[in-house]
Nanobody, 123 residues
Framework: QVQLVESGGGSVQTGGSLRLSCATSGDTARRYSMGWFRQAPGKEREQVATIDSDGRTGYADSVRGRFTISKDNPKNTLYLQMNNLKPEDTGMYYC?????????????????WGQGTQVTVSS
């Protein structure tokens, strides 16, 4: 059973930075496609960034150049470094994992999800 536990959320001012972490079970980070998603109140969940088993990354246009997704396979941990945060980045951030390539997982839905960590950016 894949388990994902996010941490690192918090409250920051515009222009600040946060680093989210997602601890995974077993060697999920090495073998699976993984992604970060966010959901703001009253809005649909949005895919923020993805990374495949080979380390290839993808980003939403709204965060490209400000956010960086990475993983540490020996530590079984996924990260999201968020810089130059804006109020519109506010939301609950979730990590997700799936055995399929990111494009398939995005199309049909990631199979495994964490509980989420809240990020609040004030102006």
């Amino acid at each position: 059973q894949v388990q994902l536990v996010e941490s690192g959320g918090g409250s920051v001012q515009t222009g600040g930075s946060l680093r989210l972490s997602c601890a995974t079970s077993g060697d999920t980070a090495r073998r699976y496609s993984m992604g970060w998603f966010r959901q703001a109140p009253g809005k649909e969940r949005e895919q923020v960034a993805t990374i495949d088993s080979d380390g290839r990354t993808g980003y939403a246009d709204s965060v490209r150049g400000r956010f960086t997704i990475s993983k540490d396979n020996p530590k079984n941990t996924l990260y999201l470094q968020m810089n130059n945060l804006k109020p519109e980045d506010t939301g609950m951030y979730y990590c997700a994992a799936d055995p399929r390539p990111p494009w398939l997982a995005s199309k049909y839905g990631y199979n495994y999800w964490g509980q989420g960590t809240q990020v609040t950016v004030s102006s």
